[in-house]
Nanobody, 122 residues
């Protein structure tokens, strides 16, 4: 099976920074599109940032210029550098990855991590 584990969340003051990490483990042939999502209380889950296998990135308008997504394929890891954090960034952040499990089967599967809490407050 495949498992995604996020880390790096916590409590930070407005204007501060955090770096989230998401490590994938298990039966992985290749990791294709990856992304970070977030869900605040009472709101729907939303895409924060995505990165493709060729390192093309996209961001939600609300985080452009403040957040940076990157990946390290050799470590099956995706990162989210978050700077200039605001109270409205407070949410549970989830990692998502589209993974091909076998060289013999081109089918890809979506996996989610369990989430890491980010709280921005003074």
């Amino acid at each position: 099976q495949v498992q995604l584990v996020e880390s790096g969340g916590g409590l930070v003051q407005p204007g501060g920074s955090l770096r989230l990490s998401c490590v994938a483990s298990g039966s992985i042939f290749s990791m294709n599109a990856m992304g970070w999502y977030r869900q605040a209380p009472g709101k729907e889950r939303e895409l924060v940032a995505g990165i493709t296998s060729d390192d093309s990135t996209n961001y939600a308008d609300s985080v452009k210029g403040r957040f940076t997504i990157s990946r390290e394929n050799a470590k099956n890891t995706v990162y989210l550098q978050m700077n200039s954090l605001k109270s409205e960034d407070t949410a549970l952040y989830y990692c998502n990855a589209r993974i091909r499990k076998s060289r013999y089967n081109p089918r890809e599967y979506d996996y989610w991590g369990q989430g890491t809490q980010v709280t921005v407050s003074s």
